[in-house]
């Protein structure tokens, strides 16, 4: 590769990892002056040099040393479970993943000569004298129906859906403390990571949240958290709106709410399960949206954590977990796998590249070869223990009466 290339590398590593060039620098046992060079690419960097580099940036040899121009520094939006520190949050290891995804996805892309259709983005979002709730509801409406979602019907798979629209949706083990991040790589998209530690339910949320930011703050990169001692800012009251209305339509949770009440003249706390597992969402977050459209009384989700009751529990106990068990999440969008299947069978890269490109140990990748080829043809507290029974009624009191 060029020198200009390979010093741009450099440079990208560098800021990525967050090391200073006096830091580089006396990590090489050089000059800072000297360093700059190499980053210039006035001066050549030794083998030794480079092998050491790629230890401090935290990176591979084999990114430094490819022909192709670096992925510009992330500076995505972050979300957060707890507030808190940055450094003590994960971000950095979460922005070196996000950052080595794309990379190899642009390297893949490069291999197998294949280029994004170019999307339409959806339309920024117009400032009203509405609150940003209320235009978070109207502007989830939209999207579903540009996405041609419906009005009603319940999202069968997110990841599949954003990433015929251009978004790619990465998932892998983060900090405790992080459930996802996006940020918009020039030449490149959109893209979101999400914790992959987090129950399925929650990392729907969580890209549907981050998408959310996408299409209401996307050139205002920087950190969220989900606990805010004082009032929560725009973006993420829209987030949370947009999210809640994209995932779980009004008029869809009207209807399966309707129906429920129709067979019995009541609804309880198992009907709010089966309705939250039709929309692959939580029990927390559907509880919270039937309050908001005031079809069940204020609290009913503070009685239900308050009993203390484990949702798998309850979930067994309605005979949903046999129906719906936890599936796999893949760690890539299924396209790049596919390109990586593709430029491995064509010799394009070799096997320890594509094992290293998927993650995975040669044989496993191997297996995953095969697999895609055949395609192709809540943390525990101490809380007080109520009893809870599925067939509690949610519904306002006087209305049981």
Not at 25 to 53: C, D, F, N, Q, W
Not at 64 to 69: E, I, N, Y
Not at 350 to 368: D, G, H, M, N
């Amino acid at each position: 590769m060029s020198a200009s290339a390979l010093a741009e590398r450099i440079t990208a590593a560098r800021k990525a990892a967050g090391v200073s060039q006096a830091d580089a620098a006396h990590h090489l046992g050089m000059s800072r002056p000297t360093y700059i060079a190499i980053e210039k690419g006035a001066r050549e960097v030794k083998s030794h040099e480079l092998l050491s580099l790629a230890e401090l940036y935290r990176t591979q040899v084999s990114r430094l040393v490819r022909p192709d121009a670096p992925v510009p520094v992330i500076a995505p939006h972050l979300r957060a479970e707890i507030s808190g520190a940055e450094g003590d949050s994960g971000v950095g290891e979460a922005l070196e993943k996000l950052a080595s995804f794309v990379d190899d996805y642009r390297f893949l892309l490069d291999k197998t000569y294949t280029r994004f259709i170019p999307v339409v983005p959806p339309p920024a979002i117009e400032r009203s004298q509405l609150s940003v709730e209320r235009v978070g509801a109207r502007v989830a409406q939209d999207e579903r129906n540009r996405l041609g979602l419906g009005e009603r019907e319940p999202i069968a798979n997110l990841r599949k859906t954003l990433d015929e629209v251009g978004v790619q949706v990465f998932a892998d083990a983060l900090n405790s403390k992080l459930a996802g991040l996006y940020t918009f790589v020039p030449g490149f998209g959109y893209c979101i990571l999400v914790n992959r530690l987090h129950p399925l339910t929650r990392m729907r949320w969580t890209v549907a949240h981050e998408y959310g930011h996408f299409l209401f703050d996307r050139d205002k990169p920087g950190v969220d958290y989900v606990s805010s001692p004082q009032r929560r800012p725009e973006g993420e009251r829209f987030a949370d709106a947009f999210a809640s209305n994209f995932l779980m339509p009004a008029g869809g949770v009207q209807r399966h709410f309707d129906d429920a009440k129709a067979r019995t003249g009541d609804v309880n706390v198992g009907d709010v399960i089966r309705i939250a597992d039709v929309y692959g969402v939580s029990l927390m977050a559907m509880t919270l949206r039937m309050e908001d459209m005031r079809l069940i009384q204020r609290g009913t989700w503070d009685l239900i954590k308050a009993s203390g009751a484990k949702v798998g529990d309850l979930k067994r106990e309605l005979g949903l977990e046999s129906v719906a068990p936890q599936e796999k999440v893949e760690t890539f969008p299924r396209r790049y796998l596919w390109l990586a299947v593709q430029a491995w069978t064509s010799e394009t890269i070799t096997t320890s590249q594509f094992a290293k490109l998927v993650r995975l140990s040669p044989i496993e990748a191997r297996a995953l070869a095969e697999e895609i080829s055949r395609m192709v043809v809540d943390d525990t507290e101490e809380l007080p223990i109520l009893k809870l029974k599925l067939s509690t009624s949610v519904l306002e009191r006087e209305k049981n009466a």
